[in-house]
Antibody
Framework: QVQLQQWGAGLLKPSETLSLTCDVY????????WSWIRQPPGKGLEWIGD???????NCNPSLKSRVTISVDTSKNQFSLKLSSVTAADTAVYYC??????????WGQGTLVTVSS | QSVLTQPPSASGTPGQRVTISCSGS????????VTWYQQLPGTAPKLLIY???QRPSGVPDRFSGSKSGTSASLAISGLQSEDEADYYC???????????FGTGTKVTVL
């Protein structure tokens, strides 16, 4: 079965760059898009962006200037970088597998806290 | 920024039917399919309904989805205690060129 295992630093200072990676186990890496979604504490979900196995990416316009999403098909993994973080970027970050108009498998989530 | 509007809460007693609405616009629900996710406390969201009304394998048929115009609904029939969770709708938005989520609805089983 498909499993997504994400990892990365959980505590950052303002202005630093958030970096998360998601390893994909089981199933095919091709034919899907790979997403990042975040959830501030006690709040709702926000789509950050996604990337196809080919490397073509889409990003939330409100975050586009700070977001880089990349994929490494040789390692069955994809990554998120968010630059110049502030306290407003504190959230649980999820990676997910997308198919069509939905995400059918999600990672366990990583709490990223931005604090000086 | 949520562009899909849901009621903040809904509740019912065991066995009752609960319905959650999701209101959008012509650029999202009006022209794309709707997805519903269930998020149990402290866990990642789980796919509940896709393509407006399709259930993934393993999702009980107590859960059903529908869409009409720029709105969608999730119905939970025969409410059970394990259905206590947050529920989110989602759709692609052509104007934003991005995915948008609903504000979320907390379902409480009384």
């Amino acid at each position: 079965q498909v499993q997504l295992q994400q990892w990365g630093a959980g505590l950052l200072k303002p202005s630093e760059t958030l970096s998360l990676t998601c390893d994909v186990y089981g199933g095919s890496f091709s034919g899907y898009y790979w997403s990042w979604i975040r959830q501030p504490p006690g709040k709702g979900l926000e789509w950050i962006g996604d990337i196809y196995h080919s490397g073509s990416a889409n990003c939330n316009p409100s975050l586009k200037s700070r977001v880089t999403i990349s994929v490494d098909t040789s390692k069955n993994q994809f990554s998120l970088k968010l630059s110049s973080v502030t306290a407003a970027d504190t959230a649980v970050y999820y990676c997910a597998r997308g198919y069509g108009d939905y995400e059918d498998h999600w990672g366990q989530g990583t709490l990223v806290t931005v604090s000086s | 920024q949520s562009v899909l509007t849901q009621p903040p809460s809904a509740s019912g007693t065991p066995g009752q039917r609960v319905t959650i609405s999701c209101s959008g616009s012509s650029s999202n629900i009006g022209s794309n399919t709707v997805t519903w996710y269930q998020q149990l406390p402290g866990t990642a969201p789980k796919l509940l309904i896709y393509s407006n009304n399709q259930r993934p394998s393993g999702v009980p048929d107590r859960f059903s989805g529908s869409k009409s115009g720029t709105s969608a609904s999730l119905a939970i029939s025969g409410l059970q205690s394990e259905d206590e969770a947050d529920y989110y709708c989602a759709a692609w938005d052509d104007s934003l060129s991005g995915r948008v989520f609903g504000t979320g609805t907390k379902v409480t089983v009384l």
